[in-house]
């Protein structure tokens, strides 16, 4: 069953859903700190990524799938949210230069297709991120948040898919080391876990980065 915007928004409107945005938007915004003059595109739901990374780029579009909806985005402007098939988007080729990939890959019913188009529509040069739940981490189990929905990943099995689709993964990381739990007190302690979870490698965390 696909993720409805409703609850995703819902999701990233309480107290865990903000701590999960902030672990995950740190790892992003560590690998694209310089986005003068680029094009942007967040495939999925990454609206709640997007904020800071459009003020930083020249433009940024946010296209969720049809089986999951859409909503207004920007809230101070124009929209630049499109509801599309994430298998034949609408878009000419090699028109953005990042894109970032979060509540998608999991939820496809043809991930091949997908990351084709993702190429396709990928600048010479540009650079993807993919955000996956970890087939290994606690979130996958745990269907009360958006990251225990679909198909989760194993690193080895997100390698085989890029480069099945002619990416070369440079650089992994992870996020939410927490268990997913609203929790006042772990939630004070998220950024302390995440800093050692980072450091130590951990292979129990939430998503693939």
């Known amino acids: 069953m696909a993720l409805d915007v409703i609850d995703l928004r819902q999701f990233y409107a309480s107290a865990l859903g903000e701590m999960a945005r902030s672990s995950i938007a740190g790892a992003v915004e560590s690998r694209w700190d310089d986005l003068h ?22 433009r940024t579009v946010a296209l969720m799938p049809a089986r999951q909806g859409v909503c207004a985005w920007p809230l101070d402007g124009l929209s630049a949210t499109g509801l599309v ?24 019913e043809d991930t091949h297709a997908l990351m084709d188009e993702l190429w396709r529509v990928l600048a010479p040069g540009g650079r993807l991120i993919v955000v996956a739940p970890n087939r290994r981490g606690g979130w996958a189990r745990k269907d009360s948040t958006p990251f225990g929905h679909g198909q989760p990943y194993s690193r080895q099995q997100l390698t085989a898919l890029m480069r099945q689709s002619l990416f070369t ?4 990381s992870e996020a939410l080391h927490i268990p997913p739990v609203h929790s006042a007190l772990l939630l004070r302690l998220a950024r302390a876990v995440e800093a050692v979870g980072n450091t130590l490698n951990l292979p129990f965390a939430g998503v693939h980065i």
């Open 37 to 58: 003059g680029l094009s942007v595109l967040g495939l999925g739901y990454a609206i709640p990524y997007l904020e800071t990374i459009r003020e930083k780029a020249e």
């Open 85 to 108: 098939d994430p298998t034949e988007l609408p878009l000419r080729d090699s028109v953005f230069d990042r894109v970032l990939v979060i509540h998608a890959l999991e939820m496809s």
């Open 169 to 172: 993964p440079l650089h992994w």
